[in-house]
């Protein structure tokens, strides 16, 4: 990827933004699940569907969609 840069001597800015990009999306994840399930929240976060209504769980998978759709589309 550097090679292919135009200013090679931005890379290392561009991978500290990236990398500063993607641990805010873990945090935001770790976040919204700990909002979710409180402490009760389980490490394989799967496993704390099993006490949410089916009906819950389809209605945030639908509103996940909605605003990745939208994310996509801006």
């Known amino acids: 990827i550097e090679d292919s840069m135009e200013n090679r001597h931005d890379y290392p800015f561009v991978l500290d933004i990236c990398m500063l990009f993607v641990s805010l999306m873990y945090l935001g994840f770790a976040m919204s699940g700990y909002l979710c399930f409180g402490d009760a929240t ?6 704390n ?26």
């Open 42 to 47: 389980q490490s394989i976060i799967t496993a």
């Open 49 to 74: 569907l099993e006490d949410i209504a089916p009906k819950a769980v389809a209605s945030q998978i639908i509103k996940q969609i909605n605003t990745n759709t939208f994310i996509q589309t801006v």
